[in-house]
Each structure stands twice: as C-alpha cells, then as structure tokens.
C-alpha cells in the first residue's frame, strides 16, 4: 500500500506562486495515475490535475487550467504541482492522490491512496 505525503504549502500574496510536492513511499509509484485535488471548508473536494504514470499525458480542470502544472519525477516518486497566478479563491488544503488503473479520472472517489493534505492560503 503507497503512502503519500504531500508538502510545500504555506501563505502567499495573490499572485504569488508556490510548489507543492507529494512524494510516495514505494518504488513502484511509477505504475499509478497520480492527482491533484483541494478541498475548502464547506466546499466538496474539487479535481484539479492528474497526470498518467509515464508523465506524458496530463489534463486539468478548468478553474486551473494555464495557472497549474502537474509534473512527475518516478526517479525520486515524487509529483508536483506548480501554482502560478494564485488567487484567494485557491486557499483550501491540497490533496495528492494515487490510482492502481490508468485512465483520466476526475472522481476524487475512483482513487486508491490519499495523503495527508497541504494546507494553501492566498492571501488578498
């Protein structure tokens, strides 16, 4: 069972930019279909990104879509997602989440592994 654990959120000015990672304990990361998603107080968690296990394929929801890069290093079993143009409305906790079968999947619950979550403030 991979265990994710996500990282580098934090408070940032509208506008800014931050990193987060999500790195996974097994080697075998590379053969998940990996994601991203958020979750606001009182609001359902919301797709933002997946990417399929080469990295070659990405796909984004449209909220994010040209703000958001979802990226993937199976060498270090890490992936990545670089948030640009942060608006307040992005502030929530930040989910990685990995899926056994291929395939673009938006469905928070058609995924396996979850992490803990990184918390992202935007501040105005």
């Known amino acids: 069972q991979v265990q994710l654990v996500e990282s580098g959120g934090g408070l940032v000015q509208a506008g800014g930019s931050l990193r987060l990672s999500c790195a996974a304990s097994?080697?075998?990361?590379?053969?998940?279909?990996t994601g991203w998603f958020r979750q606001a107080p009182g609001k359902e968690r919301e797709f933002l990104a997946t990417?399929?296990?080469?990295?070659?394929?990405?796909y984004y929801a449209d909220s994010v879509k040209g703000r958001f890069t979802i990226s993937r290093d199976n060498a270090k079993n890490t992936v990545y997602l670089q948030m640009s143009s942060l608006k307040p409305e992005d502030t929530a906790v930040y989910y990685c989440?990995?899926?056994?079968?291929?395939?673009?999947?938006?469905?928070?619950?058609?995924?396996?592994?979850w992490g803990q979550g990184t918390q992202v403030t935007v501040s105005a």
């Open positions: 989440a990995a899926r056994i079968q291929h395939g673009t999947v938006i469905l928070p619950s058609l995924y396996d592994y």
């Open positions: 097994e080697h075998t990361f590379s053969t998940y279909t």
């Open positions: 990417i399929n296990r080469s990295g070659s394929s990405t």
